[in-house]
């Protein structure tokens, strides 16, 4: 899939869409259609008006991609908005994750807060607490529905949560939880009704 | 619209797999998007699935499992297989014949063919040989399939080629259910010939398959 060349962005720069082998914005930029390329990497700021298709991503500074990203490997530790799906063999987030679509991983890992419309995956990881002196913010995850193999939930708000093991831990707000082998629930996990499906 | 559905959770507990493996399979697309139906319930949003598509599906990849690796499943199982065919292959493949072959050098001047501009190429082929249609009408049905084939690949979808006062035209038309287009035409105008594409692209999927193994 790699075709095309190297682009390094410093400064205040647009691109156009197409084919490249690693994209690396360091500044401001606007991304004006698809990318396909082996490495996009934004530690600025960076608009894509179409879709991503990458082996890896990584963002450290804010990305927001109107259409869907496909990658194998995903790394947030910035700020990711996404209006359309995100799909990845494996993502990894520490920053702020906002996916409009369905965010489907093999293996997902979570720290920040975030919205995501649906989740879906094998392994599920989401640690979204905020420290308790900073709870008055607004924050944590919150998702219409979750679905995996293995999911672990903390400071997650949920609509529908369903696996084959499902561990809600403090902080949960889970309407309906549907689970297969195990459901392990801390004291103050607030789940209005679960079952074993 | 009423094709008979199955809900996910039905689909996991009757075939044993996973959520993991069910969002894997869709995301390497060995399941089509389309087969995923969003409907609300009682409980809120809820996805469904074409019942006999997704369980011959399933049963499929997991045949194919064994040997295969998730990417070359998924290049099999795709209405439009990501290839280029030399218009050589075709030829020493006897996929097409040789006049259709020499047809498309001269009035195409392509050598490397898409998966849709060989599925044309098969589809004028076949309509040549069994009188059908004629030389010049060929470029009607290429132009029409190599640009808008791949939107109809999914569906069950059929080529009509008309006649009326010595012009003639083609569509592609998309049938719902299988079994057909249903499309009706004034009485002066002929239907010279309907072709199932959905059958052709699979027997032309089957004997691309077939070259790529032998060489």
Not at chain 1, 9 to 37: F, H, K, N, T
Not at chain 1, 60 to 85: F, M, P, Q, Y
Not at chain 2, 17 to 32: A, D, E, N, T, V
């Amino acid at each position: 899939m790699t075709s095309g060349r190297n682009v390094r962005l410093s400064g205040w720069g647009q691109l156009a869409g197409g084919a490249y082998e690693d994209v690396s914005i360091d500044g401001m930029a606007v991304i004006r259609g698809d990318v396909q390329c082996n490495q996009l990497a934004v530690s600025g700021k960076c608009h894509v008006r179409g879709r991503v298709r990458a082996e890896r991503v990584h963002i450290e500074g804010k990305c927001e991609v109107r259409g869907d990203v496909e990658a194998k490997h995903i790394t947030v530790s910035g700020w990711l908005t996404v209006n359309g799906n995100l799909a990845a063999d494996r993502l990894e987030g520490r920053g702020l994750l906002r996916v409009d679509g369905l965010v489907n991983a093999d293996d997902l890992e979570l720290h920040g807060p975030g919205r995501i419309r649906e989740i879906g995956g094998g392994r599920v990881y989401i640690a979204s607490e905020r420290p308790r002196w900073l709870s008055f913010l607004p924050g944590g995850m919150r998702a219409d529905s979750i679905e995996g193999d293995d999911v672990y939930l903390r400071g997650v708000t949920a609509r529908l949560v369903r696996g084959g093991v499902v561990h809600a831990d403090s902080g949960c707000r889970l309407d309906r939880v549907e689970y297969r082998h195990a459901l392990h629930r801390a004291p103050d996990a607030v789940i209005r009704e679960a079952e074993q499906a | 619209m009423d094709e008979d559905l199955i809900s996910k959770k039905e689909l996991l507990d009757l075939t044993g797999i996973s959520y993991g493996q069910l969002y894997r399979w869709k995301r390497k697309r060995l399941i089509p998007e389309e087969w995923f139906i969003r409907r609300s319930t009682f409980t809120g949003q809820e996805t469904f699935f074409p019942r006999d598509k997704i369980l011959a599906r399933i049963e499929l990849i997991r045949n194919m499992k064994e040997d295969l690796s998730l990417d070359e499943i998924a290049h099999r199982v795709s209405p439009v297989p990501d290839v280029t065919l030399r218009l050589l292959d075709l030829e020493k493949h006897h996929i097409v014949t040789q006049a259709t072959v020499q047809w498309c050098r001269q009035a195409c001047q392509q050598e490397v063919l898409t998966f849709a501009e060989a599925l044309a190429l098969s589809v004028i082929d076949e309509l040549i040989r069994n009188g059908a249609v004629a030389w010049p009408e060929a470029d009607i049905i290429w132009q029409t399939l190599r640009r808008h084939y791949e939107r109809f690949a999914e569906r069950a979808a059929t080529l009509v080629f008309v006649r009326k006062l010595g012009t003639s035209t083609c569509a592609i038309v998309a049938a719902r259910q299988e079994g057909g287009a249903d499309i009706e035409f004034e009485p002066d105008a002929h239907v010279v010939a309907r072709v199932d594409l959905t059958a052709a692209a699979e027997a032309l999927k089957l004997r691309v398959l077939e070259m790529g193994d032998a060489s």
